[in-house]
């Protein structure tokens, strides 16, 4: 799957489920540095960017709805 194709999937989870807060991974994929990590953490931030403008992802918008509002938080190891 490419990055647009999945940054465009979570953007519709975001908008249908509205969460409060989105948790992912840190650009370094935290300990383990897997390349999954870094990609989950690359499509979850530029996902919840992308929610609040409805000019992107057209297909995936929120008519009707009250203004979407996310927390992004993005834990980093000690």
């Known amino acids: 799957m490419d990055l647009d ?4 999937q979570v953007v519709a989870q975001i908008r249908q ?3 409060e807060v989105v ?3 840190d ?4 300990l383990t540095g897997h390349p999954d990590h870094r990609r989950t953490h690359q499509v979850a931030l530029l ?8 000019q992107l992802c057209p ?8 203004r979407l509002f ?3 938080h993005i834990p980093t190891p000690h």
Do not use: D, I, K, Y
């Open 5 to 8: 194709e999945a940054v465009a």
């Open 17 to 19: 489920f509205r969460p």
């Open 23 to 25: 948790v992912t991974h």
């Open 27 to 30: 650009v370094l994929g935290q």
């Open 47 to 54: 996902a919840v960017e992308a929610a609040a403008v409805a």
């Open 59 to 66: 297909e995936a918008a929120n008519r009707g709805r009250r």
């Open 70 to 72: 996310t927390q992004l």
